[in-house]
């Protein structure tokens, strides 16, 4: 009998996806639960699986063809029709040998004529000015579309400080082997960082709060957006009760839903919700920047690369890792005195992180 694939049902915000490609053509054995297609909406690729074994049949649509919530894909054959039943086997008749023919010289088999060999494609002359077009992933179009929003939406500001990162660095190297040892993963600057955008968050809570319509909403938890880049555009995954976390199962968290956003395993629910984010552009050189606010959200932390500068300590110059921090935020919701202290508190907590530790 035919069982339906059909696409499954997407968030109520995406209507639509595009169907990126088959992982089986019609007529292969596909096995229940083996993914057999990949569907890509705004946010996330979803693996479609089939519903059962059998043969992939009745193909309805092609790659970058449109998807619907719940639209009937392709069909898969299973095995539970009625099958004829194998025939009796016969003996087969003896034939007489045929006569030997004395001296017969043995006769050349016809040579099957060559295949004729496809030109190579003509290649453009050299230093041709040549254009290439590919269409823009869903993923890319929702994020431009977000960005416009929220340019368009919220009277974005930025404000900026530095921090001297020598204390978190010192900790980081006492440390770094016993962790290791003991969690099975490295000690990395963001665990730092997150806990002291919370603890900044219980100081200034309007920084964690949102607009909606003519409210305001205050959380009363800390949902914080870790953006990751991946081959097919940016992503803010949310790391859950992050001021509830251990270094640890910070560190954990977030290199799991890193691994998940590069490989496109992203849910929907791991994309939704946030109440503040955290961008990272240091990891690719970024020495300053001015982060755009991911709605609906009020403010977004910049973190930039780390690069030792002489500074003045105690009358003295010396020379030390510093990294220069931004905090775009929502000038509606936000006053400058709460985003510019907020940003001193976030520096605070990291050049005393012991403070990070006893929570004070």
């Not at 449109?66 to 054959?77: C, D, I, M, R, S």
Request: glycine share 6%; hydrophobic share 40%.
């Amino acid at each position: 009998m035919k069982v339906e694939i059909r696409a499954p049902t997407l968030a109520e915000s995406v209507a639509t996806g595009t169907l990126l490609g088959w992982r089986k053509q019609a007529g292969e054995r596909v096995v229940r639960d083996e993914t057999v297609a990949d569907v890509e909406t705004d946010k996330v690729i979803l693996e479609i699986s089939a519903p059962a074994s059998g043969t992939l049949a009745d193909v309805t649509l092609a790659e970058g063809a449109e998807v619907k919530a719940g639209q009937l894909l392709a069909y898969v054959e299973t095995a539970d029709e009625v099958t004829p039943e194998p025939r009796p086997s016969r003996p087969e008749p003896s034939l007489p040998e045929p006569a030997a023919v004395p001296h017969a010289e043995p006769a050349a088999a016809p040579q099957p004529a060559p295949e004729p060999v496809a030109p190579p494609a003509p290649r453009p002359p050299q230093g041709a000015r040549t254009e290439r077009r590919e269409p823009m992933s869903r993923l890319r179009l929702r994020v431009a579309e977000r960005l416009l929003a929220a340019q368009r939406e919220a009277a974005i500001l930025t404000t900026f400080n530095e921090v001297n990162l020598a204390a978190v660095n010192e900790l980081r190297q006492r440390y770094q082997a016993e962790f290791q040892a003991r969690h099975g993963i490295k000690l990395g600057y963001m665990s730092f960082f997150v806990r002291a955008a919370c603890l900044a968050l219980d100081a200034y809570p309007l920084v964690n709060a949102r607009i909606e319509g003519t409210e305001v909403v205050h959380p009363g938890y800390k949902d914080i957006g870790i953006a990751v880049s991946t081959p097919r555009g940016l992503v803010v995954p949310i790391l859950r009760d992050a001021d509830r976390l251990s270094f640890a199962e910070t560190e954990q968290g977030i290199a799991e839903l890193a691994a998940r956003a590069r490989d496109g395993r992203l849910g929907l629910e791991e994309l939704t919700g946030g109440t503040f984010s955290i961008t990272n552009g240091g990891v690719f050189g970024s020495l300053l920047s001015t982060p755009i606010l991911n709605p609906p959200q009020s403010a977004i932390l910049g973190m930039h690369k780390i690069q030792e500068r002489p500074v003045a300590e105690n009358g003295q110059v010396v020379i030390r890792p510093m990294m220069y921090l931004a905090l775009s935020y929502d000038h509606r919701l936000i006053d400058g005195r709460d985003a510019v202290q907020f940003l001193v508190a976030v520096k605070d907590a990291l050049e005393r992180p012991e403070r990070l530790l006893l929570g004070v």
